[in-house]
């Protein structure tokens, strides 16, 4: 170890070594932004973890959740990292982690950016000894937050960030904010006891937080039957909630909600463009065609799409967050009905033809097997309305082999 400098960079060389300041502080909360004092409270225990990660697909407002923890009296210091693409250079990554950290930590880049800039693919070796003794062990608890991590990672900067997390101090709170969970030991974490996670599941809106985003949204004049339609439509998934309170007309609110039973092609549209154009063609094949099923097994896929094969996708795309709902013994999985409705409408749009053919049993005759404490996990789509909901949400992941780029 190095003897810890007096002073670390100083803001003009940040800027020289390429430092966007934009990207080291949080947006401001957007309008309807919904107190979560439940999530800001567990966001607070992760101090006494070693590891706090907040994983969902988009629109499930998980930056909104940590800006709102940031500026909570109770977060304390927070240095903040807004990730993107660019990212994935480690020398781009770390120097703009280690002017983050400089916010709070004077001494942080005094002798680091330079181990840095010599030994860019070699962070342990070099940069993290340096950067770790410019941090003081001793002294007040902060926090740096790494938002969307899934645009930078890559083999290299989740193995750096990996032995940072390792080997941090303990009044360091790590804040992990990403669409797929990323390569850090998470099971290892969890089995340890030293991770805090939020899930879609936390970040769905219930029905108080329901009322409570669309009076921040001005969205009112709704009966109670109304609003809880609306949740139902969406399933709590803030990001249609958000753009259904935009669409929503300034007269006849209710006749609007009721429409929505039968489709809103605005909200399907931009799920559409957003998810299935950025998956790569193998796998957009896969999901059109099985989003015939209303509940996907590898023994029903294999049926549907005609070959073997489907459990690796399915496990992959788990992996990616792409399926909120998954059974106990990861056999079953379900996705958000409005997704499901966004592919089967694609599927009609570009293979009418073949919707028909998917609904007839396998050539062979053979039936997929399913438990007959299960309701059929499909239903003929001729007799139902290529609207009408199906299942539950999620997204695939930048690193996965099963998408080409970040869905949205």
């Not at 967050?321 to 379900?334: D, I, K, L, P, R």
Request: aromatic share 6%.
């Amino acid at each position: 170890m190095t003897s810890r400098p007096r002073t670390g960079a100083s803001r003009n060389e940040l800027i020289e070594v390429g430092v966007i300041e934009g990207k080291l502080s949080p947006s401001r909360l957007p309008s309807g932004a919904v107190s979560r004092a439940s999530l800001v409270e567990r966001m607070d225990s992760g101090r006494h973890h070693r590891l706090t990660l907040v994983s969902a697909p988009a629109g499930f407002g998980k930056t909104t959740l940590l800006t709102a923890w940031a500026n909570a009296p109770t977060s304390g210091p927070v240095c903040w990292v807004s990730l993107d693409s660019g990212d994935t250079d480690p020398t781009r990554f770390w120097t703009h982690v280690i002017a983050a950290l400089a916010g709070h930590e004077p001494t942080a880049g005094a002798t680091s950016l330079e181990a840095l800039r010599a030994h860019p693919h070699e962070f342990e070796a070099y940069t993290l000894p340096r950067l770790l003794d410019e941090i003081p062990r001793e002294g007040p608890e902060f926090a740096l937050v790494l938002d969307d991590f899934h645009l930078a990672e890559t083999a290299q900067v989740a193995g750096d960030v990996a032995a940072f997390l390792r080997y941090r101090p303990d009044r360091l709170q790590l804040v992990v904010a990403t669409r797929s969970d990323p390569a850090l030991g998470i099971a290892r974490l969890r089995a340890s006891g030293d991770l805090v996670e939020i899930r879609a599941e936390d970040l769905r809106f219930d029905d108080r937080e329901l009322v409570s985003f669309l009076d921040g949204m001005g969205v009112v004049g709704l009966s109670r039957d109304e609003q809880l339609r609306l949740g139902a439509r969406t399933g709590g998934w803030p990001a249609p909630l958000r753009l259904l309170a935009l669409l929503m007309p300034d007269h006849d609110r209710g006749d609007f909600v009721v429409s929505l039973a039968r489709g809103s092609r605005t909200v399907v549209d931009y799920l559409t463009s957003d998810v299935l154009d950025l998956l790569t063609a193998e796998v957009h094949e896969f999901v059109l065609r099985a989003s015939v099923l209303d509940r996907m097994s590898a023994s029903l896929c294999d049926a549907v799409v005609g070959k073997p094969g489907s459990g690796a996708i399915l496990a992959d795309l788990e992996r990616s967050n792409f399926f909120t709902s998954v059974n106990a013994t990861g056999e079953w999985y379900q996705l958000h009905h409005l997704f499901a409705e966004a592919l089967r409408l694609e599927l009609s749009r570009s293979q009418p033809g073949l919707v028909p053919d998917l609904h007839l049993p396998p050539r062979d005759g053979s039936r997929p097997r399913a438990t007959s404490r299960r309701p059929p996990a499909t239903q003929s789509w001729r007799r139902t309305s290529p609207w009408r909901p199906a299942w539950c949400p999620a997204r695939p992941n930048r690193s996965s082999p099963a998408v080409d780029g970040s869905p949205f």
